[in-house]
């Protein structure tokens, strides 16, 4: 059984900065691409930004220049550094990997519970 533990979130000013961690435990010997999604109220989910097990990023054009997503390969953990926060980034964050199991290493996605990011004066 393979679970994603996020931490990080919180109520934060705008023009702050916060520092997501989501942590894969189970039987994960590799991860494959790991990323970040987020859902406003009312609104649908939306990809914040992905990271490929080489280090490829990619990032919604919404953060661009603000976020940095990395991750720590040998403690199956992505990380997303929040910089320079906006009220427009208030949300649930949900990380995301999909992982690699059993001997033809099909792939299954994998979801965190979610963590609220607020950012509010």
């Known amino acids: 059984q393979v679970q994603l533990v996020e931490s990080g979130g919180g109520l934060v000013q705008p023009g702050g900065s916060l520092r997501l961690s989501c942590a894969a435990s189970?039987?994960?010997?590799?991860?494959?691409?790991m990323g970040w999604y987020r859902q406003a109220p009312g609104k649908e989910r939306e990809l914040v930004a992905r990271?490929?097990?080489?280090?490829?990023?990619n990032y919604a054009d919404s953060v661009k220049g603000r976020f940095t997503i990395s991750r720590d390969n040998a403690k199956n953990t992505v990380y997303l550094q929040m910089n320079s926060l906006k009220p427009e980034d208030t949300a649930v964050y949900y990380c995301?990997?999909?992982?690699?199991?059993?001997?033809?290493?099909?792939?299954?996605?994998?979801w965190g519970q979610g963590t609220q990011v607020t950012v509010s004066s």
């Open positions: 995301n990997a999909i992982i690699p199991i059993g001997p033809f290493s099909r792939e299954y996605v994998y």
């Open positions: 189970g039987r994960v010997s590799s991860i494959n691409d």
């Open positions: 990271i490929t097990s080489g280090g490829n990023t």
